[in-house]
């Protein structure tokens, strides 16, 4: 299978940023080094409501579901759950914008 573009929302708890932040950090790096994920780099956004927005490809439809699999993404997903919500794009403001902006955040 082709590589496929995913994006994936996080809205922090109260207060819980900082934390969902760290995962983030590992969320990524861990994904690429058990290739799952291409080499191509993500990106990172912020929306207005403070929901972050990762951009990654994963490498193919299957590294999807090995990843639903494996222990080490598990933990960090888990991890996650406790910190944050899963959302939907529609649930951003900018998603009924035609040109909608978000802040890129550096971890």
């Known amino acids: 299978m082709k590589p496929a573009v995913v994006f994936a929302m996080y809205r922090p708890h109260a207060g819980k940023s900082g934390a969902l932040e760290k995962l983030i950090a ?3 790096p861990t994904l690429r080094r058990l290739e799952l994920v291409t ?3 993500s990106l990172l956004l912020r929306s207005r409501n403070g929901t972050y927005v990762e951009i ?3 490498r193919s439809h299957q590294a999807t579901g090995r990843a639903h699999e494996h222990p080490q993404v598990a933990q960090i997903w888990e991890a996650m759950a406790k910190v944050c919500d899963f ?4 649930t951003l403001a900018e998603a009924g914008q035609s040109f909608p902006h ?3 955040v550096s971890l």
């Open 56 to 58: 990654f490809e994963w």
């Open 87 to 90: 959302v939907g794009l529609g």
């Open 102 to 104: 978000f802040k890129p």
């Open 26 to 28: 590992r969320h990524g």
């Open 39 to 41: 080499e191509r780099p």
